[in-house]
């Protein structure tokens, strides 16, 4: 994950940071499950074709200690969080016939987890975790098992050979894990694989440490004072991106209010804004908009007319037509909103942008800036469709709802003019699609909002 993580990225953090402490949803604890027992399996068939043989404790119970202390030095992920225990791993190939090392593993994450559990912090079931969370040992493992070749006597091409099987191991399970789980993307997985380029800075420092380990077994715990600068930077960047998750959620939170203040000023206003927030979210979708242009799209359909609580209600409401003077004041209502949402911030600048100019017109005939064509953003294009099906298709303090085909007719009338006319043509596809015909407003989820490598 970047310095500036995107949509998806702080979506799939959010979720991770919520669901660190929780029980385990049936869908997760099901895929945990499957997984160990392929972790079982894959744990006897190396049991079975190397048996362990005997083997020092001392140097295997300080590299196993070490390698509690560094899963406990965490760095958060969309997914979860990335573990400095290369700096541990590879003195417990060396400290421990290979057949045990993935056995040794799970303990160790296991008891890294424990001090949660026990104190009431996170619910036992998240131990399973372990498990499937070792599935990198059995990668590197299995090169020396098929080799026939103890670790310490192995050449520099079989430990290369080693550590790739242990990135591509744990690369293929865990994406296994989040594609059943959390519907997780192949591109949003890849984004993560910064992690392995950390592994491998780690480990020639551990491989020093690993040929010392026998001869000096105290020399297990020399990567000590690496791994507190490591935990000061973990800690670090903990605080940072909870801060970012807090601050989206703000943001969210705001807008959602600002919305809820719409509806209590005028409720046509708030209506109809709801409205046009279903057909916006339906026509994103059906030009297949990124997320955060979806993001951008969806609070800007709901806030678009937000500027209008600046406007006297008797404008707002006249039943008649309105004089030159009164438009003119209706008129400051995209750039009133834009500056309301200028001042929340954030991502709200986007949306604001989007909100001033959802009254250009194609022909450049629109306000506030007179933009034209292309020129306007493809949010306030679509904002424009919705925002007058819905405002023709309800009814008014001056006239009565016109009819589908009497709307329809307008819109296409209009494209070219008022309308970006490409843009049309996908609107009236939505609209005649049964499924797709505007339906009551829907309440606006969290996760259409919001926004391990573990």
């Not at 404790?57 to 573990?83: E, H, I, K, N, Q």
């Not at 807008?255 to 057909?279: C, F, I, K």
């Given at each position: 994950m970047s310095l500036k993580p995107n949509l998806e990225d702080q979506e799939l953090l959010a979720d991770t940071l919520a669901r660190a402490d929780a029980p385990m949803p049936a869908r997760e604890r099901m895929t945990e499950i499957l997984v160990a027992c392929a972790f079982a399996a894959a744990v006897a068939?190396?049991?079975?074709?190397?048996?362990?043989?005997?083997?020092?404790?001392?140097?295997?119970?300080?590299?196993?200690?070490?390698?509690?202390?560094?899963?406990?030095?965490?760095?958060?992920?969309?997914?979860?969080?990335?573990?400095?225990?290369?700096?541990a791993f590879v003195p417990l190939l060396f400290a421990m016939p290979i057949s045990i090392v993935p056995i040794a593993v799970v303990a160790t994450l296991a008891i890294a987890r424990l001090p949660e559990v026990l104190s009431g912090r996170a619910p036992a079931d998240r131990l399973m975790l372990a498990v499937g969370n070792s599935w990198f040992a059995i990668g590197a493992v299995a090169v020396f098992a098929l080799t026939d070749t103890d670790p310490q006597a192995a050449g520099p091409v079989l430990l290369i050979a080693a550590l790739m099987a242990q990135f591509v191991v744990d690369f293929t399970v865990s994406a296994v894990r989040?594609?059943?789980?959390?519907?997780?993307?192949?591109?949003a997985q890849l984004r993560e694989t910064w992690v392995y380029g950390i592994d491998a800075?780690?480990?020639?420092?551990?491989?020093?440490?690993?040929?010392?380990?026998?001869?000096?077994?105290?020399?297990?715990?020399?990567?000590?004072?690496?791994?507190?600068?490591?935990?000061?930077?973990?800690?670090?960047?903990?605080?940072?991106?909870?801060?970012?998750?807090?601050?989206?959620?703000?943001?969210?939170?705001?807008?959602?209010?600002?919305?809820?203040?719409?509806?209590?000023?005028?409720?046509?206003?708030?209506?109809?804004?709801?409205?046009?927030?279903?057909?916006?979210?339906?026509?994103?979708e059906r030009l297949g908009l990124a997320l955060e242009p979806c993001r951008n799209l969806e609070f800007a359909a709901l806030l678009h007319d937000i500027g209008k609580i600046a406007i006297p209600n008797e404008i707002i409401n006249k039943p008649g037509k309105l004089d030159p003077a009164e438009w003119k004041i209706i008129a400051t209502h995209t750039i009133e909103g834009q500056q309301m949402l200028d001042r929340i911030g954030g991502f709200m600048h986007s949306v604001g942008l989007i909100v001033r100019s959802h009254h250009e017109r194609w022909d450049g005939g629109g306000y506030p800036d007179g933009l034209s064509g292309e020129a306007i953003p493809l949010?306030?294009?679509?904002?424009?469709?919705?925002?007058?099906?819905?405002?023709?298709?309800?009814d008014r303090t001056y006239r009565r709802a016109l009819s589908h085909e009497v709307a329809?007719?307008?819109?296409?009338?209009?494209?070219?003019?008022?309308?970006?006319?490409?843009?049309?043509?996908?609107?009236?596809?939505?609209?005649?699609?049964?499924?797709?015909?505007?339906?009551?407003?829907?309440?606006?989820s969290d996760r259409s909002l919001l926004g391990q490598r573990s």
């Open positions: 068939g190396l049991w079975w074709a190397h048996p362990p043989g005997s083997f020092a404790l001392v140097p295997a119970a300080l590299c196993m200690l070490m390698m509690v202390l560094a899963t406990r030095v965490r760095f958060d992920t969309p997914f979860g969080f990335t573990v400095a225990t290369q700096l989040f594609w059943i789980d959390r519907s997780a993307s192949v591109a800075a780690l480990s020639p420092i551990a491989l020093v440490v690993a040929e010392e380990i026998h001869r000096a077994p105290a020399a297990a715990l020399a990567p000590l004072p690496l791994l507190g600068l490591l935990a000061m930077f973990a800690r670090e960047r903990h605080h940072r991106l909870e801060s970012l998750v807090e601050l989206n959620s703000a943001y969210r939170g705001t807008a959602l209010v600002l919305g809820d203040v719409v509806q209590a000023d005028d409720g046509y206003t708030g209506e109809h804004s709801r409205s046009v927030v279903a057909l916006a979210v339906a026509f994103g949010e306030a294009r679509i904002i424009s469709c919705c925002d007058s099906w819905s405002a023709m298709r309800t329809r007719a307008e819109l296409r009338a209009n494209a070219g003019r008022q309308f970006d006319p490409n843009l049309v043509e996908v609107f009236v596809t939505l609209i005649e699609d049964s499924e797709a015909r505007p339906k009551p407003p829907r309440a606006i």
